[in-house]
């Protein structure tokens, strides 16, 4: 059969004999009667043949680089090195070379798919899906439904079990496991994220200012956006905010008690992206501190009180408001403790020192 470019050609009745069927030319050639019963090969060679009737008696359908096999109705075994468009298309064994595209339109109430009665041989064909809606995640559609129990052999090209692709904006992953165990089904899925946490100082000290670095990423590169909180010790510490262009957000605390605390990042993706989180130990040891102590200008009287006063600071890096006692010794006596107040000064008075030993402290 010969049908021109542009032009369709509809056969409504059957066809039927011992010869095959060659469709040729650029047009598109449609078959719709529902009992031919011709028994020869059918290639489609050129153009596109659309099979909305039975043409199962053929002994196999070949379609060439180039060509097209389309339609809702039911042929014998398939080979397709060119183009496959099935609108519900009931075949035989289905084999789909590394030449060839199948195509199929992912309508939200009947999307387009091939039901196989046989094996499903895939040598890396392309497939080509469209979308006219938005799915909700966990949607799912069948597009090849293969009988039996046996698998499908081999994947659509740069697409392996469970590969994400991206299909006119939305988000699906395909299984080759699907359905009741050997379907081929794409199923509507949120973009996988990964998010970890980085402290900028791993063993820090008391009152030492510590950076939390929050990195989301998703299949390797950044996500486009987002927000991340903080929590240290399960309690938010820091309000979501937005993650920057690199998926990175930050949080800076100088107040983590000493000991060991746990920082995590909470990561909500914006629509299509999943959520992830990460928690880390931070460690945290006491500051190193200097103490100086102060005496009244002298000459001391022997009898009389002495106010003593001693101011406790941390050491870099250490930092905040330390806490605790200091002893004061007159010489190797102990005279007696004052608590270091939130100014880091501690005061004794003495009643009386003794004369001559130097005044210190321990
Ligand atoms: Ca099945
Ligand atoms: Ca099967």
């Known amino acids: 059969m010969q049908v021109d470019a542009g032009g369709t050609v509809a056969i409504t009745s059957p066809i039927s004999g011992a010869g095959g069927l060659t469709k040729t030319s650029p047009g598109n050639l449609r078959l719709t009667h529902a009992s031919s019963s011709y028994t020869g090969a059918t290639t489609v060679s050129a153009g596109q043949l659309t099979v909305d009737g039975l043409i199962a008696s053929s002994s196999s359908v070949q379609v060439a680089s180039g060509a097209t096999l389309a339609g809702s109705g039911v042929v014998p075994a398939v080979s397709v090195a060119g183009n496959l468009t099935p609108r519900g298309?009931?075949?035989?064994?289905?084999?789909?070379?590394?030449?060839?595209a199948m195509s199929v339109d992912l309508a939200a109430d009947t999307n387009d798919r091939v039901d196989v009665a046989g094996t499903v041989q895939l040598s890396g064909p392309v497939l080509e899906p469209s979308l006219a809606h938005v799915p909700s995640v966990g949607d799912s559609f069948t597009i090849v439904d293969n009988d039996g129990s046996d698998a499908v052999s081999g994947t659509f090209a740069d697409l392996p079990e469970g590969a994400y692709l991206i299909v006119d904006g939305a988000r699906l992953q395909i299984s080759y496991v699907g359905g009741s165990g050997n379907d081929i089904v794409l199923t509507a899925a949120l973009a996988p994220t990964t998010t970890t946490v980085s402290s900028s100082?791993?063993?820090?000290?008391?009152?030492?200012?510590?950076?939390?670095?929050?990195?989301?990423?998703?299949?390797?590169?950044?996500?486009p956006g987002g927000t991340t909180r903080f929590l240290v010790d399960g309690d938010q510490a820091q309000a979501p905010t937005s993650v920057d262009a690199a998926g990175k957000a930050t949080f800076t605390t100088d107040s983590l008690p000493i000991g060991?605390?746990?920082?995590?990042?909470?990561?909500?993706?914006?629509?299509?992206?999943?959520?992830?989180?990460?928690?880390?130990?931070?460690?945290?040891?006491?500051?190193?501190?200097?103490?100086?102590?102060?005496?009244?200008?002298?000459?001391?009287v022997t009898g009389q009180p002495v106010s003593l006063s001693a101011t406790v600071s941390p050491t870099s890096p250490g930092g905040g408001s330390p806490a605790g006692d200091v002893t004061f010794y007159d010489g190797d006596a102990q005279l007696g403790t004052g608590s270091v107040n939130s100014s880091g000064l501690a005061t004794y008075v003495a009643d009386s020192l003794s004369v001559g030993p130097q005044l210190h402290r321990q």
Not at 89 to 100: M, R, V, Y
């Open 260 to 300: 060991e605390t746990t920082v995590t990042a909470e990561y909500v993706g914006p629509t299509g992206f999943a959520d992830s989180d990460e928690s880390r130990i931070q460690s945290v040891g006491a500051a190193g501190t200097t103490t100086t102590l102060t005496v009244p200008a002298g000459p001391l």
């Open 201 to 223: 100082v791993p063993s820090a000290v008391t009152g030492e200012p510590i950076t939390f670095t929050a990195t989301t990423t998703s299949e390797g590169t950044a996500v």
């Open 89 to 100: 298309l009931a075949t035989g064994n289905l084999s789909l070379t590394s030449t060839s």
